[in-house]
């Protein structure tokens, strides 16, 4: 266990650093955010032809409400705190690989619906938007994040020799 927690915590400190560095948060994290706006508006533009996305900005036609993606609400942290996990716990690279991308995939998709929600809530009523934007969606993106951690756990527990851990 302490093992676990040792590599977590070197890893989340190494990638948080390295998130925080201007040139990543400027050629990856920032066109990264603007990927997921565009994503919600193709989504919801289908039903809602009102909607356009800019930069990392999704808004109801010009003059309308609009959200800007910013930092902590793109899932770079929760996908930062997945991976240590992943990453810390004593599998195969194989098996870490898939964990990694399936898990990146799960919260990507939980954070699209909670910025499409937010975006709604946002045009609908100002207050519910705060209350959900900084607390019911944070709680749920990290729940997303435990529950694939959880379930490579149990993905790992039925695989042959499960009892003898794979060297880190």
């Not at 042959?160 to 851990?165: D, L, T, V």
């Amino acid at each position: 266990m302490t093992r676990f927690v040792v590599i977590f915590l070197l890893v989340l400190v190494c990638l948080f650093t390295l998130e925080m560095q201007t040139g990543v948060q400027r050629e990856v994290i920032e066109p990264f955010t603007a990927v997921l706006a565009s994503i919600s508006a193709a989504i919801i533009q289908p039903f809602d032809d009102s909607v356009l996305s800019y930069g990392k900005v999704l808004q109801f036609t010009p003059g309308g409400f609009a959200v800007s993606i910013e930092a902590g609400c793109n899932g770079v942290e929760a996908s930062i705190v997945l991976i240590a996990a992943i990453l810390a716990y004593p599998a195969s690279w194989r098996a870490r690989g898939a964990a990694i991308a399936v898990g990146l995939l799960a919260v990507q998709f939980m954070n699209i619906l909670r910025i499409i929600s937010l975006f709604y809530l946002g045009n609908w009523n100002l207050e519910v938007f705060t209350w959900v934007h900084l607390y019911l969606w944070p709680a749920l993106i990290m729940l997303d994040v435990l529950v694939v951690f959880i379930v490579f756990l149990r993905y790992l527990s039925r695989q042959p020799g499960a009892s003898r851990h794979a060297a880190a």
